[in-house]
T-cell receptor, first 110, second 116 residues
Protein backbone atom coordinates (compact mmCIF):
# COMPACT_ATOMS: atom_id res chain seq x y z
CA UNK A 1 0.00 0.00 0.00
CA UNK A 2 1.38 3.36 -0.99
CA UNK A 3 1.60 5.81 1.89
CA UNK A 4 2.76 9.40 2.06
CA UNK A 5 3.98 10.39 5.49
CA UNK A 6 4.39 14.08 6.24
CA UNK A 7 6.42 15.66 9.01
CA UNK A 8 6.02 17.54 11.14
CA UNK A 9 2.34 17.02 11.78
CA UNK A 10 1.95 20.44 13.41
CA UNK A 11 4.13 23.53 13.25
CA UNK A 12 3.65 26.86 14.98
CA UNK A 13 6.23 29.53 14.22
CA UNK A 14 6.73 33.27 14.41
CA UNK A 15 6.44 35.50 11.38
CA UNK A 16 9.78 35.78 9.59
CA UNK A 17 11.05 32.32 10.50
CA UNK A 18 11.97 29.64 7.96
CA UNK A 19 10.54 26.14 7.92
CA UNK A 20 10.68 22.88 6.01
CA UNK A 21 7.93 20.30 5.59
CA UNK A 22 8.72 16.78 4.45
CA UNK A 23 6.77 14.21 2.49
CA UNK A 24 8.15 10.67 2.47
CA UNK A 25 7.19 7.35 0.95
CA UNK A 26 8.67 3.92 0.48
CA UNK A 27 7.21 3.89 -3.04
CA UNK A 28 8.35 5.65 -6.18
CA UNK A 29 5.98 8.25 -7.60
CA UNK A 30 5.97 9.57 -11.15
CA UNK A 31 5.14 13.00 -9.76
CA UNK A 32 4.19 14.69 -6.50
CA UNK A 33 1.93 17.65 -5.90
CA UNK A 34 1.75 20.08 -3.01
CA UNK A 35 -1.52 21.68 -1.94
CA UNK A 36 -2.44 24.28 0.65
CA UNK A 37 -5.86 24.20 2.29
CA UNK A 38 -7.23 27.12 4.26
CA UNK A 39 -10.15 26.80 6.68
CA UNK A 40 -13.49 26.55 4.89
CA UNK A 41 -11.89 25.95 1.51
CA UNK A 42 -10.81 23.03 -0.60
CA UNK A 43 -7.12 22.33 -1.20
CA UNK A 44 -5.44 24.52 -3.81
CA UNK A 45 -2.63 23.15 -5.92
CA UNK A 46 0.69 24.94 -5.36
CA UNK A 47 3.08 22.97 -7.54
CA UNK A 48 3.78 19.67 -9.26
CA UNK A 49 7.27 18.17 -9.35
CA UNK A 50 7.97 15.53 -11.95
CA UNK A 51 11.70 14.93 -12.37
CA UNK A 52 13.91 13.39 -9.69
CA UNK A 53 16.05 16.11 -8.13
CA UNK A 54 13.84 18.85 -9.49
CA UNK A 55 13.63 22.13 -7.60
CA UNK A 56 10.80 24.60 -8.15
CA UNK A 57 10.37 28.01 -6.60
CA UNK A 58 7.13 29.86 -6.05
CA UNK A 59 7.97 33.22 -4.47
CA UNK A 60 9.08 32.33 -0.91
CA UNK A 61 8.26 28.63 -1.34
CA UNK A 62 10.84 26.15 -2.61
CA UNK A 63 9.82 22.62 -3.54
CA UNK A 64 12.20 19.74 -4.12
CA UNK A 65 11.60 16.24 -5.47
CA UNK A 66 14.00 13.59 -4.21
CA UNK A 67 16.43 12.00 -6.64
CA UNK A 68 14.75 8.62 -6.19
CA UNK A 69 11.25 10.18 -6.50
CA UNK A 70 10.21 8.79 -3.13
CA UNK A 71 10.21 12.02 -1.20
CA UNK A 72 9.69 15.74 -1.46
CA UNK A 73 10.17 18.82 0.67
CA UNK A 74 8.62 22.25 0.92
CA UNK A 75 10.71 25.06 2.33
CA UNK A 76 9.16 28.42 3.24
CA UNK A 77 11.43 31.40 3.70
CA UNK A 78 10.38 34.26 5.98
CA UNK A 79 6.97 32.83 6.77
CA UNK A 80 3.99 35.17 6.89
CA UNK A 81 0.59 34.78 8.59
CA UNK A 82 -0.91 34.29 5.13
CA UNK A 83 1.05 31.04 4.86
CA UNK A 84 -1.09 29.54 7.63
CA UNK A 85 -2.97 26.43 6.52
CA UNK A 86 -2.87 22.69 6.01
CA UNK A 87 -0.17 21.59 3.58
CA UNK A 88 -0.76 18.33 1.75
CA UNK A 89 1.44 16.38 -0.59
CA UNK A 90 -0.19 14.01 -3.06
CA UNK A 91 0.95 11.42 -5.56
CA UNK A 92 -0.78 9.54 -8.36
CA UNK A 93 -1.96 5.98 -7.87
CA UNK A 94 -3.79 5.29 -11.08
CA UNK A 95 -5.54 7.22 -13.77
CA UNK A 96 -6.44 10.61 -12.29
CA UNK A 97 -6.47 9.09 -8.78
CA UNK A 98 -4.24 10.51 -6.08
CA UNK A 99 -3.19 9.48 -2.62
CA UNK A 100 -2.81 12.34 -0.17
CA UNK A 101 -0.22 12.70 2.54
CA UNK A 102 -0.99 12.82 6.24
CA UNK A 103 -0.81 16.63 6.23
CA UNK A 104 1.15 19.35 8.02
CA UNK A 105 -0.82 22.01 9.83
CA UNK A 106 1.14 25.29 9.86
CA UNK A 107 0.34 28.31 11.96
CA UNK A 108 2.35 31.48 11.51
CA UNK A 109 2.00 33.97 14.34
CA UNK A 110 2.24 37.69 13.69
CA UNK B 1 -8.79 25.41 -14.81
CA UNK B 2 -12.38 24.44 -14.05
CA UNK B 3 -14.38 26.24 -11.38
CA UNK B 4 -16.43 24.07 -9.04
CA UNK B 5 -19.46 25.19 -7.06
CA UNK B 6 -20.34 22.94 -4.17
CA UNK B 7 -23.30 23.21 -1.87
CA UNK B 8 -24.31 23.28 0.85
CA UNK B 9 -21.17 24.72 2.38
CA UNK B 10 -22.13 23.34 5.77
CA UNK B 11 -24.99 21.59 7.49
CA UNK B 12 -25.93 20.15 10.86
CA UNK B 13 -28.04 17.02 10.56
CA UNK B 14 -29.81 14.62 12.87
CA UNK B 15 -28.55 11.06 13.04
CA UNK B 16 -30.51 8.67 10.86
CA UNK B 17 -31.24 11.26 8.19
CA UNK B 18 -29.61 11.75 4.77
CA UNK B 19 -27.91 14.72 3.14
CA UNK B 20 -27.30 15.27 -0.57
CA UNK B 21 -24.31 17.35 -1.60
CA UNK B 22 -24.23 18.95 -5.04
CA UNK B 23 -21.22 19.73 -7.18
CA UNK B 24 -21.48 21.86 -10.35
CA UNK B 25 -18.53 22.35 -12.71
CA UNK B 26 -18.32 25.21 -15.21
CA UNK B 27 -17.01 22.94 -17.96
CA UNK B 28 -17.55 19.39 -19.12
CA UNK B 29 -15.35 16.84 -17.39
CA UNK B 30 -15.21 13.09 -17.82
CA UNK B 31 -14.31 12.18 -14.27
CA UNK B 32 -15.34 13.68 -10.95
CA UNK B 33 -14.13 12.52 -7.57
CA UNK B 34 -15.59 12.64 -4.09
CA UNK B 35 -13.30 12.84 -1.07
CA UNK B 36 -13.87 12.78 2.67
CA UNK B 37 -11.75 14.71 5.13
CA UNK B 38 -12.36 13.67 8.72
CA UNK B 39 -11.63 16.22 11.45
CA UNK B 40 -7.93 17.05 11.52
CA UNK B 41 -7.17 14.42 8.91
CA UNK B 42 -6.05 14.20 5.32
CA UNK B 43 -8.21 13.36 2.31
CA UNK B 44 -9.60 9.91 1.55
CA UNK B 45 -11.11 9.05 -1.81
CA UNK B 46 -14.71 7.83 -1.55
CA UNK B 47 -15.53 7.17 -5.18
CA UNK B 48 -15.12 8.17 -8.80
CA UNK B 49 -18.28 9.49 -10.46
CA UNK B 50 -18.42 8.51 -14.11
CA UNK B 51 -21.00 9.94 -16.48
CA UNK B 52 -23.19 7.26 -17.97
CA UNK B 53 -22.10 4.48 -15.64
CA UNK B 54 -22.18 3.58 -11.98
CA UNK B 55 -19.72 5.18 -9.64
CA UNK B 56 -16.60 3.27 -8.69
CA UNK B 57 -16.17 3.02 -4.91
CA UNK B 58 -12.95 2.69 -2.95
CA UNK B 59 -12.40 0.04 -0.34
CA UNK B 60 -14.41 0.80 2.77
CA UNK B 61 -17.10 2.79 1.00
CA UNK B 62 -20.36 1.32 -0.33
CA UNK B 63 -23.10 2.54 -2.61
CA UNK B 64 -25.86 2.05 -0.05
CA UNK B 65 -24.16 4.48 2.31
CA UNK B 66 -22.83 6.96 -0.28
CA UNK B 67 -25.01 6.84 -3.40
CA UNK B 68 -23.68 9.02 -6.20
CA UNK B 69 -25.41 10.42 -9.25
CA UNK B 70 -23.74 11.78 -12.38
CA UNK B 71 -26.52 12.83 -14.77
CA UNK B 72 -24.27 14.82 -17.11
CA UNK B 73 -20.68 15.96 -17.64
CA UNK B 74 -20.96 19.04 -15.42
CA UNK B 75 -22.86 17.84 -12.35
CA UNK B 76 -22.71 15.23 -9.61
CA UNK B 77 -24.30 14.57 -6.25
CA UNK B 78 -23.14 12.59 -3.24
CA UNK B 79 -25.67 11.47 -0.65
CA UNK B 80 -24.61 10.54 2.86
CA UNK B 81 -27.31 8.13 4.02
CA UNK B 82 -28.52 7.09 7.46
CA UNK B 83 -26.00 9.40 9.07
CA UNK B 84 -24.24 8.82 12.36
CA UNK B 85 -21.85 11.12 14.26
CA UNK B 86 -18.95 9.23 12.66
CA UNK B 87 -19.99 10.73 9.32
CA UNK B 88 -19.13 14.21 10.55
CA UNK B 89 -16.49 15.33 8.06
CA UNK B 90 -15.74 17.68 5.23
CA UNK B 91 -16.85 16.27 1.89
CA UNK B 92 -15.10 17.55 -1.22
CA UNK B 93 -15.65 17.07 -4.91
CA UNK B 94 -12.82 17.46 -7.37
CA UNK B 95 -11.99 17.24 -11.04
CA UNK B 96 -8.65 16.68 -12.78
CA UNK B 97 -6.81 19.78 -13.87
CA UNK B 98 -7.23 20.33 -17.57
CA UNK B 99 -4.41 20.06 -20.03
CA UNK B 100 -2.18 17.27 -21.23
CA UNK B 101 0.69 18.31 -18.97
CA UNK B 102 -1.43 19.08 -15.94
CA UNK B 103 -1.39 17.05 -12.78
CA UNK B 104 -3.59 17.12 -9.73
CA UNK B 105 -7.05 18.41 -9.01
CA UNK B 106 -9.22 21.43 -8.71
CA UNK B 107 -11.42 21.13 -5.62
CA UNK B 108 -14.74 22.52 -4.58
CA UNK B 109 -14.82 24.50 -1.37
CA UNK B 110 -16.22 21.54 0.53
CA UNK B 111 -19.28 20.70 2.62
CA UNK B 112 -18.73 20.65 6.36
CA UNK B 113 -21.16 18.11 7.80
CA UNK B 114 -21.89 17.77 11.50
CA UNK B 115 -24.14 14.92 12.62
CA UNK B 116 -25.74 15.25 16.03
Amino acid sequence: TQLLEQSPQFLSIQEGENLTVYCNSSSVFSSLQWYRQEPGEGPVLLVTVVTGGEVKKLKRLTFQFGDARKDSSLHITAAQPGDTGLYLCAGPRGTYKYIFGTGTRLKVLA
Amino acid sequence: SAVISQKPSRDICQRGTSLTIQCQVDSQVTMMFWYRQQPGQSLTLIATANQGSEATYESGFVIDKFPISRPNLTFSTLTVSNMSPEDSSIYLCSVPLQGSDSYGYTFGSGTRLTVV
